[in-house]
DNA sequence: AGCGTATTTCAACAGTTGTTGAATTGCAAG
DNA sequence: CTTGCAATTCAACAACTGTTGAAATACGCT
């Protein structure tokens, strides 16, 4: 039973180096043997541990994307369970939904931070966009956006849509980690500061969902 | 002089089949020669009008970069012409930057969506994200942000760097056209409905801007 | 120790990649 | 018509792509 030892360490070692380069240069901007080179295992093993540079992939994004909707959950139901009677907060709701990741990123930010800069290049990919995150991310966004629904059931379900597309396009760019504020400010922010991001995307989030579904 | 005919032709069938197969599929998704065959024309040609892929890459950048900044730095011109003495508002300074971009996209969908797609994977990516947004719309960005500044200079500098950063994130998402929101509405909401962006989005980030920079 | 399976290596494949040089065509000016 | 250059075609290159099968090694179990 306890048979696989070094089997699981390389297979991380190879979704490590898969998910850095990935994130870097994208699906096609990579190759196996790069990958490979970088895990410091023979190309072999690639296919021999996931069966395509594809099903790589695919591994990749999947290892990390139960705990993120696991803790994001969380957070929504303890807010919950914090407002047994009344709703709670827009604010807060929107926290929930954008602290527990940013706070990874606070936290270990070299852990994180490859998978979230792979999130932001798949999120605005037409080609991937649309199916990956749909696929992997959405139970959890429509159970956000539920809370939402019961939290302000006067607000139109279009507005909290619209509302929802601009959170997830802010919230990926900042994933992405371009660098471009820190040109743009002359180093006055930084786009690896997840701590001023935290900070301050919730609350820019918030008035922008108000404006649109108050009028 | 009146030499080039059949050369400017085809140097836009070139520049047409890559912009739109770059922007589906990234720079490194698509081949030279997948982008000839779309363009009906011979692989060597691309190497003969544009000397490498990675120049015509650069070139489909540069196509409409200049058009798309003069726009918009004549609505905002406009804009301060109609306010010569008081200053604009907020809300309009933020259509100025946006609306003219949606614009495009609502009245030629077709000729546009391609290369607005293609801003959004690359203001997403960490490899280009930084590097070419910069060098092709950072100075009207900067002339953009002054516009602001001068409105309201009662704002924090760093607010301002920081709303523009989540403005930046919904703005290229909606170019990205990924289909996500129609997934997730359930048909409500499509992510090519430009005008419904357009009647939203400025009001959305105005309201971020203010519950930023006014605490 | 020795057996069996899980893991790793090695070498190779067929097809594709970006790119180039030489040969060919098209066209305008003399 | 011919000369000259711009535009286009054709064929090829060396390097690299994802992927595979067979051989070698390592390791847990009896």
Redesign the interface.
């Known amino acids: 039973m306890a048979k696989k030892r070094k089997t699981e360490a390389t297979r991380e070692r190879i979704l490590n180096a898969a998910e850095e380069l990935f ?7 990579v190759t196996v043997r790069q990958i490979m080179r970088k895990a410091d295992a023979d190309v072999a093993l690639a296919y021999y541990h996931f069966k395509s540079k594809r099903d790589l992939f695919d591994a990749v994004l999947l290892r990390h994307a139960e705990v993120l909707n696991d803790i994001r959950l969380q957070a929504l139901e303890e807010l919950e369970a914090r407002h047994a009677d009344e709703q709670p907060a827009v604010d807060e709701i929107i926290a929930a939904f954008t602290n527990p990741l940013l706070q990874l990123l606070v936290e270990d930010h070299e852990k994180w931070k490859h998978y979230f ?1 792979l999130i ?2 798949i ?5 991937w ?2 199916e990956l ?2 696929r992997f991310f ?1 139970p959890l ?2 159970r956000f ?1 539920e809370a939402l629904r019961r939290a302000r059931p006067d607000w139109a ?3 909290i ?14 994933f ?10 002359g180093g ?2 930084r ?1 690896t500061d997840m701590q ?2 935290s900070e ?2 919730p ?10 579904a108050e009028g």
């Open positions: 994130a870097q240069r994208g699906f096609d901007g800069a932001a290049q999120n605005n990919s037409p080609e966009g649309g995150m749909t959405d966004v429509k956006l379900e279009e507005e849509y619209w509302s929802y597309h601009f959170l997830s396009g802010a919230l990926t760019l900042t992405a980690e371009t660098g471009r504020i820190d040109n743009l400010s006055l922010c786009s001023a991001i301050r995307m609350r820019f989030v918030a008035a922008g969902f108000r404006a649109l």
